[in-house]
């Protein structure tokens, strides 16, 4: 067992050393809490869960268990590594024993996450016999016999929307006796992929309905701000949210690790990927065993390549004992990979975040995690992987050069205290909404149906308007033209418009690109990686939908830069927020993709630039905007300090303050900021979901923007740079080459509208 507090302190010993440490949090050890269940388990169970050494239950789990069998809708949102799945299996097991029909059907993001949890049942004998996977590997054969007789069906959305709703007569059995809807990593179903999941889980519910079921959803979810809501919102239905968690905790030494400054005036920090492979290559030439997280594929390459020279430079024999795993490796090179961690052959390998999820890959001492990962929910996800065993262990966070990165690494309490990240699905959207709506009427005509929420009126007559619904005795029914239309709806993405990549040496199809996204990834210039190699796009041919790329061994990568353009349709709601009148609106945005960047690998150095001569794309989503002090802005001008500047800097800031509060990216969301906007006649900031109908991003904005507000200033204010640096004010992907900007003026502007 490693000693993690000799680490540390040996680390800030080395001569290299240059105050790296910002910040350690000792996460005490923690001793298992149990509970009864109000009922006893049945009997052959309750022997079969003590020899495994499954009992007695934490309190979370005697609490769900609880409630599932009062019939409740539950959420578990506790750490990773709490035995969520007793919660669900316990349930279920108890229904297969006593109830001879009855049936559950368990739902995982990935084929891997359901195959590995099918190995768990296996385990159980009352289970192994009728529990299945039945996803896109299944082989025909076997499909007959799960539709006849598997009473637990391990599957994704995927398939449930593709290949289970829209021939739900081959599954009636298993409808009709459903008593169990498990979701779980319910916390990744958001943003687009989310709603369209909403969606489909009502698809689901509406069927059980027809067949005459109203199976419970038992839901599990990393901890989030708004478990309830999110499980709600997600299903349709009321939930009763399980959070205190009561299973037992090794403790853990958790590094936030800030890269020493290397450029004063301009705030540069070294870069976080070279500290990731130093650090990394402590740890496993300490023989401590390590995963170490980079954010791309490249990434995870440069950092093995990196450690694997340093340990072999210092003569260290764990140079041979590392390896790099991401997700473009074949299925048999990972699993050879997840083995030999797992038996200890390895000693630390570098991963992508496909190894993110559930995987068990056995116990590690250490965790790297090269950049904060983009939520709070997946730096404890990543860091979880290590000290599972209930042994101590060490995590490391290594900040970057971004807002977010620098105001953690500033601020640790607001990592380690109350979560305040929100989970965020719209299953009104109204273009998933009615991609959805065709496919239920596929399923079976369409009635008054309440399971689709307060928009379906609306949206039924849209489609009617367009002749894909035909009205019949107060039944709409699916237009004979449109053919199986859950075969033309990708859930992981909002338009089923895509454009095709093809190779040039080979003349075959390497992938396709969502079209709303295309114009950043597959510009004519754009390096675009495709299973960890990098192809160069030589050609984007709009009619036909099709880049044309070849491989290429170029050393660098491309980012785009836009122009943005915004209309306002509708003022959805307005509230005063201390002295300021806020809106969340429909919008109507037009952006406008105008040249990119060529950026070095592991430096960032940009190394070159082009302009691009794209179409604009137009696409209406929703809005929050606000005014700005008027006061505070006449008085800039007296200062000497630019307005524009300052306007520009609270929207780069927001929109990458935002996702602290919202699960999502930050290239999910959008903004533009004006003196002037002909619109309203005022300076006005808009932050807008950067998807076709919005994801529920700036709704939340608007709910919360007093803290917004706060956290944004705070992030300006505190950045140790003079003029502005990619830490506070500066985004990669401004159009106008961030100008202008002006840092003393954005921090003038919040602390006006936090004014009293
Ligand atoms: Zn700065
Ligand atoms: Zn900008």
């Known amino acids: ?65 609880n409630y599932a ?9 506790t750490s990773s590594a709490s035995g969520k799945t007793l919660c669900y299996n316990i349930p279920v097991m108890e229904s297969v024993l006593t109830e001879p029909s009855s049936c559950a059907l368990y739902l995982f993001p990935t084929k891997a996450l359901a195959q590995d949890q099918l190995r768990t049942l296996r385990d159980y004998p009352h289970l192994a016999p009728e529990a299945a996977t039945f996803d896109g590997d299944t ?44 979701v779980d990593e319910a916390h990744i179903y958001r943003g687009v992929f989310g709603s369209h999941v909403a969606c489909v889980l009502r698809r689901l519910r509406r069927l059980c309905n027809f067949y005459g079921s109203s199976p419970r959803f038992i839901c599990c979810s990393a901890t989030i701000a708004n478990p309830g809501e999110h499980a709600e919102r997600l299903v349709g239905l009321p939930f009763r ?11 853990k030494e958790f590094v936030f690790w800030n890269p020493p400054i290397i450029d004063e005036a301009k705030s540069v920090r070294r870069s976080a990927n070279s500290e ?21 594929r490249r990434l995870t390459e440069l950092i093995y390549n990196y450690t694997r020279h340093r340990l072999a430079e210092i003569g260290s024999a764990q140079a041979k004992k590392i390896k790099a795993y991401r997700a473009g490796y074949l299925p048999k090179e990972r699993r050879q990979i997840e083995k030999e961690l797992f038996s200890g052959e390895l000693t630390g390998v570098v991963a992508t975040t496909a190894l993110e999820l559930g995987i068990d890959i056995g116990d590690l001492e250490a965790t790297v995690l090269a950049g904060y990962p983009g939520s709070i929910a997946s730096t404890w996800q990543q860091a979880g992987r290590s000290g599972r065993s209930g042994d101590k262990s060490i995590s490391f966070l290594i900040g970057v050069d971004n807002p977010l990165d620098q105001y953690f690494m500033r601020h640790p309490d607001s990592f380690f205290g109350k979560s305040v990240e929100n989970a965020l699905v719209n299953p009104d959207n109204p273009y998933i909404l009615r991609a959805h709506l065709l496919c239920a009427a596929w399923e ?37 033209a449109v053919a199986y239309p859950a075969q033309n709806i990708n859930i992981r993405s909002t338009s089923g418009e895509n454009f095709a990549i093809v190779d040039t040496s080979t003349n075959s199809l390497l992938e396709t690109v969502e079209a709303c996204v295309a114009f950043f990834q597959i510009h004519p210039g754009a390096i675009y990686l495709h299973q960890g190699e990098s192809y160069l796009v030589e050609e984007l041919d709009l009619p036909s939908r099709t880049a044309y790329a070849k491989l290429t061994s170029a050393n660098y990568y491309t980012q785009t830069k836009e122009l943005t353009d915004l209309h306002i349709t509708r003022v959805i709601k307005h509230k005063n927020c201390r002295q300021t009148r806020v809106y969340l609106g429909e919008v109507e945005v037009t952006t406008t993709v105008v040249g990119f960047k060529k950026k070095a690998q592991f430096t960032e150095e940009v190394i070159g630039e082009e302009p691009l001569d794209l179409p604009p794309q137009h696409f209406p989503t929703v809005a929050l905007w606000f005014d700005l002090p008027a006061r505070v802005a006449a008085g800039l001008d007296k200062g000497q300090l630019d307005f524009a500047g300052g306007l520009h800097a609270v929207e780069h800031a927001a929109i990458a303050i935002l996702p602290l509060f919202a699960l999502c990216d930050r290239n999910d969301i959008g903004g533009v900021s004006t003196p002037l906007h002909p619109d309203t006649g005022k300076a006005q900031i808009f932050i807008y979901d950067a998807y076709p109908g919005g994801i529920g991003i700036a709704e939340k904005g608007f709910d919360l923007v007093e803290q917004l507000w706060q956290t944004t200033l705070r992030a300006i204010k505190e950045c140790p740079c003079q003029e502005g640096c990619p830490s506070c004010i500066q985004s990669p992907k401004c159009g106008n080459n961030n100008k202008p900007l002006d840092k003393k003026a954005a921090q003038r502007l919040l602390e006006g509208l936090l004014l009293r």
């Open 444 to 480: 079976s005509p369409l009635g008054s149906e309440e399971v689709f929420g307060s928009t379906f009126e609306r949206e039924r007559e849209g489609l009617e308007e367009e002749g894909l619904l035909r009205e019949r005795r107060g039944k709409w029914y699916l237009s004979p």
């Open 276 to 296: 990731a492979a130093n650090l990394f290559a402590e740890l496993v030439n300490s023989d401590i065993r390590t995963l170490t997280f980079a954010r791309t």
């Open 241 to 251: 949210v399980v959070a205190s968690d009561g299973s037992p905790y090794g403790g």
């Open 139 to 182: 082989p025909q054969a076997e499909r007959a016999g799960i539709r006849k007789s598997a009473r637990v069906l391990l599957t994704n959305p995927d398939m449930l929307h593709v290949g289970i709703l829209p021939n739900h007569q081959s599954w009636s059995r298993l409808l009709r006796h459903l008593k169990y809807v498990v």
């Open 69 to 77: 069998r009062q019939g409740m809708n539950i959420m578990v949102a």
């Open 1 to 65: 067992m490693i000693d993690t507090s000799a680490f540390v302190h040996y680390l800030s010993a080395q001569p290299g050393y240059g105050g790296q440490i910002v910040h350690v949090e000792h996460i005490p050890h923690r001793d298992a809490e149990y509970a009864e269940l109000e009922q006893p388990l049945h009997q052959s169970l309750d022997r079969f869960l003590r020899e495994d050494k499954l009992l007695p239950l934490y309190t979370h789990q005697a609490e769900a268990i």
